[in-house]
């Protein structure tokens, strides 16, 4: 197997696994949430600011795997 093949296989694997990570945090998380919010109605609204930050935190740790995969998919340095 060549080095650009074990890039490829290797960025794979990064956004893959940082998708599956990512789905199954946000998942668990709005399970919590509703949890939470079907025990005590009134601190929906705080819960739900609370919810939204963590969401956008889980997606970003995402998305700095996806740019680092594009950095060795098209700037390879193994080449």
């Known amino acids: 197997m060549t ?3 074990m890039v ?3 960025c794979a694997f990064i956004i893959g696994l940082g998708a599956l990570g990512a789905c199954i945090g946000i998942g668990m ?6 949890e939470a ?3 005590q109605p009134e601190l929906m609204n705080a819960l739900q600011t ?3 930050l963590l969401a ?8 700095i795997g996806v740019g680092i995969a594009m ?3 098209f700037a ?4």
Not at 76 to 79: A, G, H, Q, R, T
């Open 29 to 34: 998380m709005g399970g919590k949430y509703l």
């Open 56 to 63: 956008g935190l889980i997606d970003a740790a995402f998305l």
């Open 76 to 79: 390879n340095p193994f080449k």
């Open 8 to 10: 490829a296989l290797a």
């Open 37 to 39: 919010s079907a025990r």
């Open 50 to 52: 609370k919810m939204f």
């Open 71 to 73: 950095l060795f998919a």
């Open 3 to 5: 080095n650009v093949a």
